[in-house]
């Protein structure tokens, strides 16, 4: 066997184990040894293949699947947001700027005050963003204070803030203190963050992840983020996978080095996978580039912002460093730019797998094309939770018409699209994107459980070219798993389900006990019913009256 380093098993038995290997589907058990999945196949096969010092765990007959992996997320971003001012969770403008002025009040004066995730299009009320002169009056004009829509694409500064970032830049109006675009993406650079902040963030977000079932994820970072990672993942500090796309302007720094691969659990522990570029804004800010004007802007098209020439060069560069270029791509008219310059500079059959992300509202014929192109779709099913559906935010941007053609998820799965599923952080967790991907508003662009679940993690790992590593439970690969306290193909809703235990390369990472304890004796109960329901005893109506009992009484 494998010599003299061989390390104890793990087996997880009696699991309904949905395993994405077309070969053997569902299963028992699996056993893994030194990071990776030995063997998968029935209780009675594996027990048969441990040794006496192997460990074993009994999965109460929960689901296990593969680890998620997000394609698209703002990892270091999401830890650093528990250190700032959480406005997710507002839902009134004053509250906002309550939640703020009580930061100011324990920071030192001088410190910054960085609100973040605040999304006007919930709030209770009036809904026109605060200006300079409210956040001076009503936070502090003695911090620099700075609020960052979720989109990311926009922000709201006060005085002290519009100093220190500088207020003759285009993309700043300094009368309102509204920041757009550019500005509000570099917005950390002016705050600062310390390299020992980071650490910290990244150890927050690493346990959000395995309380979530995620194993790998995909960081849109910066070369310094970047560096940070490689920092952590070769002292042995990391403890999720880590695929990093770098800004396209942190090109010309990268170094042979950063190409290398660092190991750990069994696999690579960390990876650089692409160079991200923003071709447009969202659809939040309406800087998100259409074809036709904003429904509810008239005038406004959004905008694309590079030239065809530009973006050209683009993908020429990225296809000689040997990295796909991710496209954040959101309106048909940015979406027809990337698939442009794809078509003109890719290689055939795209073998770097070059990709646009969120995807949200696209053309049938661009769809056509991106299936031609074999261009990846790296989207986002947790926005459909957030924005889809009558009167919600798409049909407000959209109107009607585009807003039942956005976030098209079967229309892209059914062309043979490869599909990766991420969560760009609003809100962080597949299980609320697997929601939307299922219960999509527009019944045509549901799809099924296990569809949206292959596309949370084999989809995921082949855009990352880790599709042989990762991604499905099969011998051979990495041992990244999660036990879900329900099954997703059969749960009315799947952000209910939750993560009671996490595996990165065989070693447990995250359980939660008292969720799986309970888990594991609703399951024993259902048994037990079921098995009652079986015998030839009278049997309880525990459901109600059904239709045939109607018939019945018609008899
Ligand atoms: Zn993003």
Not at 297 to 305: A, F
Not at 364 to 379: F, G, P, T, Y
């Amino acid at each position: 066997m494998s010599g003299p380093s061989r390390g104890p098993a793990l087996l997880l038995d009696h699991a309904n184990v949905i395993t994405l290997d077309p070969g053997r589907p569902r299963a028992e058990a699996v056993l893994c040894r030194d990071g990776r999945v030995v063997a998968v196949g029935s209780n009675e096969e594996l027990e048969a293949m441990m040794d006496e010092d192997d460990i074993h765990f009994d999965c109460g007959e929960l689901t296990l699947v593969p680890g998620f992996i997000d394609s698209h997320s703002h990892f270091l971003a999401m830890g650093l947001s528990a250190l700032r001012v959480d406005l997710s969770v507002v839902r009134h403008r004053d509250s906002m700027l309550e939640a703020m002025a009580e930061r100011a009040e324990l920071l030192d004066e001088g410190e910054w005050v960085y609100g973040v995730d605040f999304d006007e299009s919930q709030w209770a009320g009036v809904r026109r963003l605060p200006t300079r002169e409210e956040l001076d009056r009503r936070v502090s004009d003695r911090h620099p204070v700075v609020a960052r829509r979720i989109c990311g694409h926009i922000a709201v500064a006060n005085t002290k803030a519009l100093e220190l970032i500088g207020d003759d830049l285009d993309e700043v109006d300094p009368e309102t203190g509204l920041l757009l675009e550019e500005v509000v993406l570099r917005l950390s650079e002016v705050v600062g963050v310390t390299d020992e902040e980071a650490k910290g963030a990244i150890t927050l977000a690493t346990l959000k992840a395995h309380e979530e079932g995620v194993t790998a994820i995909v960081d849109m970072a910066d070369l310094r983020t970047f560096r940070t990672y490689r920092e952590m993942a070769e002292k042995g500090d990391l403890d999720v996978r880590v695929f990093c796309a770098v800004q396209a302007r942190d090109v010309d720094g990268l170094t042979t080095r950063d190409a290398e691969p660092v190991a750990g659990g069994g696999g690579d522990m960390l990876r650089l996978v692409g160079i991200k570029a923003f071709l447009d804004g969202s659809l939040g800010a309406r800087t998100a580039a259409l074809g036709e004007p904003y429904a509810d802007d008239p005038d406004n098209r959004g905008m694309v912002l590079y030239t065809s020439e530009e973006l050209r060069s683009l993908v020429r560069s990225a296809e000689d460093t040997g990295l796909p270029m991710f496209l954040h791509a959101i309106g048909d008219r940015a979406i027809g730019a990337a698939l442009d310059a794809f078509e003109a500079e890719a290689a055939n059959g795209n073998p770097l797998r070059h990709r646009i992300e969120h995807l949200e509202y696209a053309e049938e014929e661009q769809l056509d094309r991106m299936k031609d192109l074999r261009i990846v779709a790296s989207m986002q099913p947790n926005f459909i939770v957030q924005w889809s559906g009558p009167g919600k935010m798409n049909e407000e941007r959209l109107g009607p018409m585009r807003a039942n053609r956005s976030e098209a998820l079967r229309d892209v799965w059914g062309r043979g699209i490869p599909l990766a599923f991420g969560s760009d952080c609003m809100p962080f967790g597949p299980l609320y994107g697997l929601q939307g991907a299922v219960h999509h508003p527009v019944e045509e662009q549901q799809l099924p459980p296990v569809i949206a679940l292959r596309a949370y993690t084999l989809g995921s790992a082949w855009a990352v070219h880790a599709e042989d590593q990762m991604g499905s439970i099969e011998p051979g690969k990495l041992a990244d798993m999660a036990l879900l306290d329900a099954d997703p193909d059969e749960a009315a809703d799947l952000r209910e389900i939750s993560a009671v235990a996490t595996i990165i390369g065989g070693q447990m990472v995250h359980v939660a006990t008292d969720r799986f304890n309970r888990a594991v004796h609703r399951n024993a109960q259902r048994a037990l019913e079921e098995a009652l329901m079986d015998t030839d005893l009278p049997r309880l109506d525990l459901e109600g009256p059904r239709e045939d009992d109607e018939e019945d009484d018609d008899l």
